[in-house]
């Protein structure tokens, strides 16, 4: 960031009228849980015309278990697409509300129909800020969570956003289990975890035949805006 320096002398110059600085538009950042391909491929973004057309406008890479970068996306609807001989095909879409600055697009892969399931999640309507933790279940039963001294029920399709408290040392515990018919916990992922307050952590829960739930843990390093 380039800082202005004023002059300390007996002339003193004029302030120069800011500029009107254009409004930035809407940004978001990539997590791919797993590519389809297993592999990092590069993917399209891409808007239909009125003659159904696809009209590309950036580009994207896809890695797994990976958080990219902030790329400018568009309002409105818009496609992941990859080439296809002279065209496209289409691997998922989403949509940027009128209102949202700010957005991560969880991607997660459906080797089914070859194509992607997506989330976006906004920023800044759940206030996900610096030194949080967005807990998302995509499990089938609800997710127990400990994270630090704070206790957290997270029901299937459900996500929350939790503040990260550390002790002195800057560590916190965190397990995530579900409760069993006994109401016991039945944990899948239980260790200290170190803070780091300039990061957001993402953690990501999914189905599993073992121990009912299994967790990705992902830190999101700045710039957040």
């Given amino acids: 960031m380039l800082a202005s ?3 300390l002398g007996i002339c003193h110059a004029q302030e ?3 500029p ?5 538009g809407p940004k978001a950042r990539i997590l791919c849980v797993q590519t389809l391909t297993k592999a990092d491929e590069e993917a399209i973004l891409a808007v239909k015309n009125e003659a159904g057309e696809f009209r590309e406008y950036g580009k994207i890479e896809l890695r797994t278990a990976f958080i990219g970068d902030w790329v400018p996306v568009q309002k409105g609807v818009t496609h992941v697409v990859r080439r296809k001989g002279e065209g496209f095909a289409s691997l998922c879409s989403f949509t940027i509300a009128e209102a949202s600055k700010r957005v991560i697009l969880i991607m997660l892969p459906d080797t089914k129909t070859n194509t992607y399931r997506i989330q976006v999640i906004d920023v800044g309507k759940l206030r996900f800020q610096k030194g949080k933790a967005l807990i998302v ?3 089938g039963v609800p997710a127990a969570v400990v994270m630090g001294n704070k206790n957290i029920t997270v029901a299937p399709g459900k996500q929350v956003v939790q503040a990260i408290d550390a002790n002195e040392d800057g ?3 965190m397990l995530i289990g579900h409760v069993d018919k006994d109401r016991n916990i ?3 992922y239980d260790r200290y975890v170190s803070s780091n307050p ?3 952590k993402i953690v990501l829960l999914f189905p599993d035949p073992d121990t009912g739930l299994r967790a990705m843990s992902l830190s999101e390093f700045g710039p957040f805006d």
């Fill in 137 to 139: 279940n995509y499990g």
């Fill in 198 to 200: 300039n990061t957001r």
């Fill in 186 to 188: 039945v944990a899948c």
């Fill in 5 to 7: 320096i004023s002059s």
């Fill in 171 to 173: 560590m916190y515990r």
């Fill in 20 to 24: 009107n600085k254009r409004e930035e």
């Fill in 16 to 18: 120069a009228p800011v």
